[in-house]
Every structure is written in structure tokens, then in C-alpha cells.
T-cell receptor
């Protein structure tokens, strides 16, 4: 089954404790992206990648890192999380110029 | 700058009634246009897309949308809603410099009255 898998689905943690949210897709998509969703703001792009070893900043990249060492994986790293990064995070993937497929989301709470 | 506006934060309709969700965009050319739906606790699912051609687009779950260039709109419609349509709906537009990079509206929450 074609899917985008995010882990964990839920995480409560404390300020400053490094965390990684994993994202994996099994569709051989070139394009992958991370978004955060906050009430009233829709989805805002954090980082995206057009292929292996190619990543670029989106609209709200501050406080986040990503890597794309393999085509299927695109982890999101918060080196020193802060409360303003409490949000719902989505990973998405697609072939270029095709609609994006989304994971089920990761709800992060940073205390 | 490009933007997408969904003017209605919430919409309440009765089950069986018709539905129209509004989406307006700012863009200098014909964009790629999308509607996604997000059910509670779920990711976003593509309802339909417009890239070119016929301006009336059919999607899944009985939804359709019409691209109107003169009004810079891409409104989503359904003739008769079901309780299972209760969800949040997002309109998105491809960026001018990169069609697969999307700009998102803030979303419209659809509430269904029994």
C-alpha cells in the first residue's frame, strides 16, 4: 500500500531535549516536504527536498533541520525544541508536478 | 506575494443540503489548484486538482470545483452533504516559480447538522 509514514504520532517532551520525527515513503517520490499546522494559519512549509542530498528552506525553517540521505526517508530534527514549536507536523511526498501525499501527522507538545 | 484566502473559518450546513466552500487566490497566471480534506486525527487527502483544460473539475466523494479566472476563485461544491463530510477543507495553489510547492489557505471547518 502506498503510504507516507510518520513516527511518532504523538510526543510530549521538554524544552531543549533533542528530538527527531521520522518520515518514510514507499512510492519512490523525488519530492518530500515538512509542514507545521497551527490553528488559523493553515499549513506552513518548514523544509523540502527535491531529491537525495538536495534540501531547501521553506517559509518557517528556524529551529529545524532535515536530511535526505536516502530517497525514502526525510527526518525532521529539532536540536533544541522550544514551546513555540508545539504544533501538528505533517510530512508529504510526491513526484514532481504531482499532488502531494500526506502522512497522518505528528502532534508535538514541548513543555 | 502569492496568497490563498478561504474567507469562511467555519461553515455549518444541514445533512442533505448543498455546500459551497470558497477559495480565492492571488496569482499572475493560471496556477495549479488543489482542494484537500483533513478528517479529525488524519492527514490530508486530495479531493481534486486543476492543472489546465476543463474548468469544472470532478473529484472524489462527490465533490467538484470550478476554476473561474475572472474571479480568481476555485470554489468547492457538493450537491448533498453527508455527516461523514464533516472535516476541515484546505485550498492550495502552486507557487509561480514551482508548481509542486504549495501555498495554503487557512482552512474551512465544515460542521454538519443532523
Amino acid at each position: 500500500e502506498a503510504q507516507v509514514t510518520q513516527n511518532p504520532r504523538y510526543l510530549i517532551t521538554v524544552t531543549g531535549k533533542k528530538l527527531t520525527v521520522t518520515c518514510s515513503q514507499n512510492m519512490n517520490h523525488e519530492y518530500m516536504s515538512w509542514y507545521r499546522q497551527d490553528p488559523g494559519l493553515g499549513l506552513r512549509q518548514i523544509y523540502y527536498s527535491m531529491n537525495v542530498e538536495v534540501t531547501d528552506k521553506g517559509d518557517v525553517p528556524e529551529g529545524y533541520k532535515v536530511s535526505r540521505k536516502e530517497k525514502r526517508n526525510f527526518p525532521l530534527i529539532l536540536e533544541s525544541p522550544s514551546p513555540n514549536q508545539t504544533s501538528l507536523y505533517f510530512c508529504a511526498s510526491s513526484f514532481l508536478d504531482q499532488p502531494q501525499h500526506f502522512g497522518d501527522g505528528t502532534r508535538l507538545s514541548i513543555l | 506575494a502569492q496568497s490563498v484566502t478561504q474567507p469562511d473559518i467555519h461553515i455549518t450546513v444541514s445533512e442533505g443540503a448543498s455546500l459551497e466552500l470558497r477559495c480565492n487566490y492571488s496569482y499572475g497566471a493560471t496556477p495549479y489548484l488543489f482542494w484537500y480534506v483533513q478528517s479529525p486525527g488524519q492527514g490530508l487527502q486530495l479531493l481534486l486538482k486543476y492543472f489546465s483544460g476543463d474548468t469544472l473539475v470532478q473529484g472524489i466523494k462527490g465533490f467538484e470545483a470550478e476554476f473561474k479566472r475572472s474571479q480568481s476563485s476555485f470554489n468547492l461544491r457538493k450537491p448533498s452533504v453527508h455527516w461523514s463530510d464533516a472535516a476541515e477543507y484546505f485550498c492550495a495553489v502552486g507557487r509561480m516559480d514551482s508548481n509542486y510547492q504549495l501555498i495554503w489557505g487557512a482552512g474551512t471547518k465544515l460542521i454538519i447538522k443532523p
